[in-house]
C-alpha cells in the first residue's frame, strides 16, 4: 500500500511562489508516474501537471504551463510542485496522485490534499 502525503500548502500573495511536495511511504512510488490534480470551491477537478515514471517526461495544462514546475527526487520518493508567479485563480486544494502507464494514466493512490490561498 503506498500512502502519499501533500505538504507545502499555505497563503501566497499574487505574484508570490509556494512548493508543493507530494511524499509517499514506499519505494514502488519510484515506478509510477505522479500527477498534481487541484479543486477549487464549486468546481470539476482538473489536472494541473505529471511526471512520468522515469522522471523525463512531463505534462502541464496550460493555465499553469510556464509559471509551475513538476519535479521528482526518488531518494526521498518526492515529487514537489513549484509553483510561481501565482494568481488568485490558483487558489484551490492540490492533490497528488500516483499510477502506471504513460501518458495515459491509471491511478491507484491519492493524497488527503494540501490547501493553497493565493490572495490579490
Known amino acids: 500500500q503506498v500512502q502519499l502525503v501533500e505538504s507545502g500548502g499555505g497563503l501566497a500573495l499574487a505574484g508570490g511562489s509556494l512548493r508543493l511536495s507530494c511524499a509517499a511511504s514506499?519505494?514502488?512510488?519510484?515506478?509510477?508516474?505522479i500527477t498534481w490534480f487541484r479543486q477549487a470551491p464549486g468546481k470539476e477537478r482538473e489536472f494541473v501537471a505529471a511526471?512520468?515514471?522515469?522522471?523525463?517526461?512531463?505534462n502541464y495544462a496550460s493555465s499553469v504551463k510556464g509559471r509551475f514546475t513538476i519535479s521528482g527526487d526518488n531518494a526521498k520518493n518526492t515529487v514537489y510542485l513549484q509553483m510561481n508567479s501565482l494568481k488568485p485563480e490558483d487558489t484551490a486544494v492540490y492533490y497528488c496522485?500516483?499510477?502506471?502507464?504513460?501518458?495515459?494514466?491509471?491511478?491507484?493512490?491519492w493524497g488527503q490534499g494540501t490547501q493553497v490561498t493565493v490572495s490579490s
Open positions: 496522485a500516483a499510477g502506471t502507464g504513460w501518458p495515459i494514466i491509471q491511478y491507484h493512490y
Open positions: 511526471m512520468s515514471w522515469s522522471r523525463l517526461s512531463t
Open positions: 514506499a519505494r514502488t512510488f519510484i515506478g509510477m508516474a
